[in-house]
């Protein structure tokens, strides 16, 4: 079992940054690949990125690709998203997710949320223009 805690979010302006962090607490966190994934009103939710179990590999949706960066720090049991260059757009509640699987590699799983294992309970970003 994994517990997940996301932080860090808030009302910015465009342009500005922010980091969102994710705390877990449980059984082997670094056996778990994690991803940050969000969603807006009335909209599904989506990908935004994931990171391999060493924090070697990293993936990210491609409207968010430059501008955030996914990291963690396993002995902290943390995984970050650093998010830069906000838009308006980027305004959602932003999810960490652990997905089981100690891979070396990010695979197709890994961009889908309903096969992550153990989710947070969310943190908004609201991004004004």
């Known amino acids: 079992q994994v517990q997940l805690v996301e932080s860090g979010g808030g009302l910015v302006q465009a342009g500005v940054s922010l980091r969102l962090s994710c705390a877990a607490s449980?059984?082997?966190?670094?056996?778990?690949?994690m991803g940050w994934f969000r969603q807006a009103p009335g909209k599904e939710r989506e990908f935004v990125a994931a990171?391999?179990?060493?924090?070697?590999?990293?993936s990210y949706a491609d409207s968010v690709k430059g501008r955030f960066t996914i990291s963690r720090d396993n002995a902290k049991n943390t995984v970050y998203l650093q998010l830069n260059s906000l838009k308006p757009e980027d305004t959602a509640v932003y999810y960490c997710?652990?997905?089981?699987?100690?891979?070396?590699?990010?695979?197709?799983?890994?961009?889908?949320?309903?096969?992550?294992?153990?989710w947070g309970q969310g943190t908004q970003v609201t991004v004004s223009s």
């Open positions: 997710a652990a997905r089981s699987g100690a891979r070396r590699t990010i695979v197709p799983g890994d961009l889908i949320w309903d096969q992550y294992d153990y």
């Open positions: 449980g059984r082997s966190f670094s056996s778990y690949a």
């Open positions: 990171i391999t179990w060493t924090g070697d590999v990293t």
